[in-house]
């Protein structure tokens, strides 16, 4: 009887629908992106993951990292030369580039976008301000523009993809006060990238629309059937994520597909999982200036206390590989044979106890923060806790936000005992991970929020950050991390294989870290 | 009548002044660091300091609240402290997706729990009555999100009926924003086929949304129609020989649903504000979506503006039912 009263539910439904269903089939379907959006379409305002899509779709830099493992490739620039005291380098622009309004890019747009960047300073300005001010980025001609750093800085090449070219003709047209346009850019676009933004349908963090731009330089190069319309619907709930990508209402979900949806989206005929291994380290971290984490015997306690294997391959299913120390084991930088520490509960136990005979109280509660809206972090802390348990160490569990752990990393007082995130690609250097993570000057950034001080290792990561020599850099980090790894300030548990569920109509998908995969100009579809 | 009205109105005045304040006080009492944020993923610590400075946080608290009150009364949401775009534009265009939505889940739950409530009651301890307080408890021991996923599996990727999440299907096309209501722009703009599109999109979250509201008001309806029942006018009536649909449209129902509106009127401001989860499985781009991504990056200007307007929103639904009231029973006016 139920049965029977639904499928009559269903022919009356069936028979309401049939019409628009028909008219909606009928019509080409655009690529439509399902991943987050960031919350300003400024690319000298932010910088995150979400933010890398607009950076390399909407703009250009002199730059860009390509494939996996991520190649540093001219782009906006055709060459560079640098002076023998590493101080003075000078890019030649390619000829013929040209914004979306159909003006040439020129030396003079270069610099006008380095100094919009360094007066902002705002999040990519990090990587800069250090070393540059806005008068030592000059245009020597037309096609050279030169920077001229205060003192030797080794990441700077690789830190130059950060920097998106805007178009100044554009943006000195809707500048108010001192905002350098800020306002407006974060609702438009000003660049020159494989597509532009359709601002009449910009809703943040809602929807995106982007056409594709012919004239780009590139001139699409390789891909005979670029996509012309890209409708980025980032949705916010995993399960309606996928079950979008399985009904067909999205091409592609974000690059963190939870592990137990893989089978699932492999199995349905019309979708497919691309698998990659990133550069992104999941990261255990200890306030090493409270107690008992000031005490090294504590800490390697607990680096052996935890799960690894049944972590990464019972939880995550093996999606993940273990990553030894907090460079991403694909990345140069690391020493040979580095071993990662073995879960060994009676190694751990031998650690504990000579913390305590050395009279550490280990009584009270430990505390570890979780990310709330990121399951992973919980599930991690939950393992962790249980076996915490068997050793006679309580651990309790405390729900939090990203911006609220942020801010209480400013001071080694604030900063939790414990508490878990990952460390992204923002550029392909050991900078972004061992040395922004454990070089003291960094204290009060949540990269550093471990507060590890050792003057060796800060020695070996600011010689590695000015040398000019690539051996002499790979050696100093290589002693670096060894340093690091055995004083275990932090627990570095994977690095991860980023998993994004695709249909099966989109090809030409091709994955870097830098950007997970979403530079659009190298897909096609199929309608 | 008039009187009866501005006193209302007046009265909201109050109510409306402290929750600016009560809310901007949780806003910056509740841990959290908006600069460090806004200074993104590799800020240094001189970048969150100069952003403090640059958006005032690091002035005393008191100073804060002042100038945050003055800006609200001058009509000044502030910027949004992550986007940096105007707070009100922001929800300008967030608003009308949640009224939407709140209107036919509202429609669909009055429609649906006057008529379950009257059917109800004339059927007193009859199967029919039975029915409905099962679907009443249901209605409101069932959690929103888990329905919403339930309705997700059976009629869009089991039965393929209706779809999943937005607005509007992608590959249609686009509406140009008149009014932001999805249903009226399509008909404006002489889109049948988009409106039809709107309409499949939005079924699925309001019926999610609208079923405790119905359970709720189905309930009331019941127990109201009961009592009106019992009274003597409607025996008078009966022994005058009116059949029992017709007494109780025209003498039941009236008398019934005095406490049935206020109970509307409260679920207008409940289906605003409790909207959240709803918006997060179907991804509708309301306030309620807009307010976890304000929480999530710790937007307080956002976060603030989401609670005035919902506050607002209250005060006039409050207003607007005390009015109905006395319209539907003049003796409320004279009280």
């Given at each position: 009887m139920m049965h029977r009263l639904l499928r009559c539910a269903r022919l009356v439904l069936l028979l309401a629908a049939a019409p628009l269903m028909a008219s909606a089939q009928t019509a080409p379907r655009p690529l439509v992106w399902g991943d987050t959006l960031p919350a300003t379409l400024d690319p000298h305002a932010i910088f995150d993951v979400p933010s890398q899509f607009i950076l390399l779709n909407v703009y250009d830099g002199l730059y860009r990292y390509q494939g996996n493992p991520p190649r540093l490739e001219p782009w906006l620039a055709e060459s560079h030369t640098v002076s023998a005291d590493g101080l003075t380098w000078e890019f030649t622009l390619r000829a013929g580039a040209k914004f979306h309004d159909g003006s040439e890019i020129t030396a003079e747009d270069v610099v006008y976008s380095f100094r919009r960047l360094l007066a902002m300073r705002r999040a990519p300005a990090a990587a800069f301000t250090p070393v540059l001010t806005a008068e030592a980025v000059t245009a020597v001609n037309p096609r050279t523009v030169r920077f001229v750093l205060s003192r030797p800085y080794a990441p700077f090449l690789s830190a130059l993809p950060l920097v998106a070219v805007v178009n100044p003709r554009v943006l000195s047209q809707h500048v108010a006060g001192d905002d350098w346009g800020s306002a407006w850019l974060a609702a438009n676009s000003a660049g020159s990238g494989a597509y532009r933004v359709n601002a009449t349908n910009y809703q943040p963090r809602v929807s995106l629309d982007l056409e594709r731009?012919?004239?780009?330089?590139?001139?699409?190069?390789?891909?005979?059937r670029p996509i012309e319309a890209v409708r980025v619907r980032p949705v916010l709930e995993t399960s309606t994520r996928v079950l979008a990508l399985l009904r067909g209402e999205i091409d592609a979900t974000d690059s963190y597909l939870p592990a137990d949806q893989v089978e699932r989206v492999d199995r349905n005929p019309g979708t497919r999982v691309a698998r990659d291994e990133s550069m992104r380290v999941f990261v255990i971290r200890m306030n090493n200036q409270r107690p008992p984490f000031d005490n090294h015997d504590v800490r390697l306690c607990l680096a052996h206390a935890f799960n690894y294997e049944g972590f990464n391959n019972v939880v995550l299913r093996g999606f993940v590989a273990r990553n030894a120390g907090p460079n991403p084991n694909n990345l140069w930088g690391n020493p040979e044979n580095l071993a990662p520490y073995a879960f060994d509960l009676a190694r751990a136990r031998t650690h504990c106890d000579r913390a305590r005979a050395a009279g550490v109280d280990l009584s009270r509660p430990l505390e570890i923060h979780v990310q709330n809206e990121l399951q992973q972090t919980t599930q991690a802390a939950q393992l962790f806790q249980s076996d915490l348990r068997r050793i006679g160490i309580n651990l309790r569990i405390v729900p939090n936000t990203w911006p609220n752990i942020t801010s209480a990393t400013a001071r080694a007082e604030t900063t939790p005992d414990m508490w878990i995130h990952w460390v992204s690609t923002?550029?392909?250097?050991?900078e972004n991970w061992i040395g922004q993570m454990y070089d003291s000057q960094f204290h009060g950034t949540w990269k550093a929020s471990s507060w590890y001080s050792n003057p060796r290792v800060d020695t070996l990561l600011r010689a590695a950050r000015e040398s000019l020599s690539q051996e002499e850099r790979q050696r100093l980090y290589a002693e670096a991390t060894a340093l690091v790894v055995a004083d275990s300030p932090d627990i570095w548990v994977y690095n991860t294989v980023n998993l994004r569920g695709l249909s099966r109509r989109v090809s030409g998908y091709s994955f870097s870290p830098v950007g997970s995969g979403g530079e659009v100009r190298l897909m096609s579809l199929e309608n | 009548m008039a009187l009866y009205i501005l006193r209302r109105i007046a009265l909201s005045i109050p109510a409306l002044l402290g929750l600016i304040l009560l809310t901007f006080v949780l806003s910056r009492v509740v841990p959290g660091d908006p600069a460090a944020t806004l200074a993104g993923d590799a800020a240094t610590p001189a970048q969150i300091a100069q952003i403090r400075a640059q958006y005032g946080l690091d002035r005393p608290i008191l100073e804060q609240a002042v100038i945050h009150v003055r800006q609200v009364l001058s009509g000044d949401l502030g910027n949004s402290i992550f986007s940096g775009r105007p707070v009100a534009e922001e929800i300008w265009q967030r608003l009308p997706a949640t009224l939407e939505l709140t209107f036919v889940a509202l429609f669909l739950a009055t429609l649906l729990g006057i008529g379950l409530g009257l059917v109800a009651a004339l059927d007193h301890n009859g199967p029919l009555d039975h029915l409905v307080r099962v679907v009443s408890v249901g209605g409101l021991a069932i959690a929103s999100f888990w329905l919403a996923i339930m309705l997700q599996l059976q009629f869009s990727m089991e039965w393929n009926l209706l779809p999943l999440r937005g607005r509007l299907d992608v590959a249609l096309g686009q509406v140009p924003r008149l009014t932001g209501f999805m249903l009226v722009d399509t008909l404006a703009i002489g889109r049948f086929d988009l409106f039809l599109d709107a309409l499949r999109h939005l079924a699925l979250p309001a019926f999610t949304l609208a079923l405790p509201g119905l359970a709720t008001i189905a309930r009331f309806t019941r127990s109201g129609v009961l009592e009106v029942l019992q009274k003597d006018y409607v025996l008078y009536a009966r022994a005058a020989g009116y059949g029992r649909f017709r007494l109780a449209a025209i003498y039941v129902l009236r008398n019934a649903v005095t406490v049935t509106v206020t109970q509307v009127g409260l679920l207008f401001g409940a289906l605003v504000s409790g909207a959240v989860a709803v918006e997060a499985v179907f991804d509708w781009p309301g306030l309620g979506t807009y307010a976890v991504q304000a929480i999530l990056s710790a937007d307080y200007k956002a976060l603030l503006a989401v609670t005035l307007v919902i506050g607002v929103v209250y005060a006039v639904v409050n207003v607007a039912v005390d009015v109905a009231q006395a319209i539907i029973d003049p003796r409320v006016a004279d009280q």
């Amino acid at each position: 009887m139920m049965h029977r009263l639904l499928r009559c539910a269903r022919l009356v439904l069936l028979l309401a629908a049939a019409p628009l269903m028909a008219s909606a089939q009928t019509a080409p379907r655009p690529l439509v992106w399902g991943d987050t959006l960031p919350a300003t379409l400024d690319p000298h305002a932010i910088f995150d993951v979400p933010s890398q899509f607009i950076l390399l779709n909407v703009y250009d830099g002199l730059y860009r990292y390509q494939g996996n493992p991520p190649r540093l490739e001219p782009w906006l620039a055709e060459s560079h030369t640098v002076s023998a005291d590493g101080l003075t380098w000078e890019f030649t622009l390619r000829a013929g580039a040209k914004f979306h309004d159909g003006s040439e890019i020129t030396a003079e747009d270069v610099v006008y976008s380095f100094r919009r960047l360094l007066a902002m300073r705002r999040a990519p300005a990090a990587a800069f301000t250090p070393v540059l001010t806005a008068e030592a980025v000059t245009a020597v001609n037309p096609r050279t523009v030169r920077f001229v750093l205060s003192r030797p800085y080794a990441p700077f090449l690789s830190a130059l993809p950060l920097v998106a070219v805007v178009n100044p003709r554009v943006l000195s047209q809707h500048v108010a006060g001192d905002d350098w346009g800020s306002a407006w850019l974060a609702a438009n676009s000003a660049g020159s990238g494989a597509y532009r933004v359709n601002a009449t349908n910009y809703q943040p963090r809602v929807s995106l629309d982007l056409e594709r731009f012919p004239e780009h330089f590139s001139g699409f190069a390789g891909n005979p059937r670029p996509i012309e319309a890209v409708r980025v619907r980032p949705v916010l709930e995993t399960s309606t994520r996928v079950l979008a990508l399985l009904r067909g209402e999205i091409d592609a979900t974000d690059s963190y597909l939870p592990a137990d949806q893989v089978e699932r989206v492999d199995r349905n005929p019309g979708t497919r999982v691309a698998r990659d291994e990133s550069m992104r380290v999941f990261v255990i971290r200890m306030n090493n200036q409270r107690p008992p984490f000031d005490n090294h015997d504590v800490r390697l306690c607990l680096a052996h206390a935890f799960n690894y294997e049944g972590f990464n391959n019972v939880v995550l299913r093996g999606f993940v590989a273990r990553n030894a120390g907090p460079n991403p084991n694909n990345l140069w930088g690391n020493p040979e044979n580095l071993a990662p520490y073995a879960f060994d509960l009676a190694r751990a136990r031998t650690h504990c106890d000579r913390a305590r005979a050395a009279g550490v109280d280990l009584s009270r509660p430990l505390e570890i923060h979780v990310q709330n809206e990121l399951q992973q972090t919980t599930q991690a802390a939950q393992l962790f806790q249980s076996d915490l348990r068997r050793i006679g160490i309580n651990l309790r569990i405390v729900p939090n936000t990203w911006p609220n752990i942020t801010s209480a990393t400013a001071r080694a007082e604030t900063t939790p005992d414990m508490w878990i995130h990952w460390v992204s690609t923002y550029f392909v250097d050991p900078e972004n991970w061992i040395g922004q993570m454990y070089d003291s000057q960094f204290h009060g950034t949540w990269k550093a929020s471990s507060w590890y001080s050792n003057p060796r290792v800060d020695t070996l990561l600011r010689a590695a950050r000015e040398s000019l020599s690539q051996e002499e850099r790979q050696r100093l980090y290589a002693e670096a991390t060894a340093l690091v790894v055995a004083d275990s300030p932090d627990i570095w548990v994977y690095n991860t294989v980023n998993l994004r569920g695709l249909s099966r109509r989109v090809s030409g998908y091709s994955f870097s870290p830098v950007g997970s995969g979403g530079e659009v100009r190298l897909m096609s579809l199929e309608n | 009548m008039a009187l009866y009205i501005l006193r209302r109105i007046a009265l909201s005045i109050p109510a409306l002044l402290g929750l600016i304040l009560l809310t901007f006080v949780l806003s910056r009492v509740v841990p959290g660091d908006p600069a460090a944020t806004l200074a993104g993923d590799a800020a240094t610590p001189a970048q969150i300091a100069q952003i403090r400075a640059q958006y005032g946080l690091d002035r005393p608290i008191l100073e804060q609240a002042v100038i945050h009150v003055r800006q609200v009364l001058s009509g000044d949401l502030g910027n949004s402290i992550f986007s940096g775009r105007p707070v009100a534009e922001e929800i300008w265009q967030r608003l009308p997706a949640t009224l939407e939505l709140t209107f036919v889940a509202l429609f669909l739950a009055t429609l649906l729990g006057i008529g379950l409530g009257l059917v109800a009651a004339l059927d007193h301890n009859g199967p029919l009555d039975h029915l409905v307080r099962v679907v009443s408890v249901g209605g409101l021991a069932i959690a929103s999100f888990w329905l919403a996923i339930m309705l997700q599996l059976q009629f869009s990727m089991e039965w393929n009926l209706l779809p999943l999440r937005g607005r509007l299907d992608v590959a249609l096309g686009q509406v140009p924003r008149l009014t932001g209501f999805m249903l009226v722009d399509t008909l404006a703009i002489g889109r049948f086929d988009l409106f039809l599109d709107a309409l499949r999109h939005l079924a699925l979250p309001a019926f999610t949304l609208a079923l405790p509201g119905l359970a709720t008001i189905a309930r009331f309806t019941r127990s109201g129609v009961l009592e009106v029942l019992q009274k003597d006018y409607v025996l008078y009536a009966r022994a005058a020989g009116y059949g029992r649909f017709r007494l109780a449209a025209i003498y039941v129902l009236r008398n019934a649903v005095t406490v049935t509106v206020t109970q509307v009127g409260l679920l207008f401001g409940a289906l605003v504000s409790g909207a959240v989860a709803v918006e997060a499985v179907f991804d509708w781009p309301g306030l309620g979506t807009y307010a976890v991504q304000a929480i999530l990056s710790a937007d307080y200007k956002a976060l603030l503006a989401v609670t005035l307007v919902i506050g607002v929103v209250y005060a006039v639904v409050n207003v607007a039912v005390d009015v109905a009231q006395a319209i539907i029973d003049p003796r409320v006016a004279d009280q």
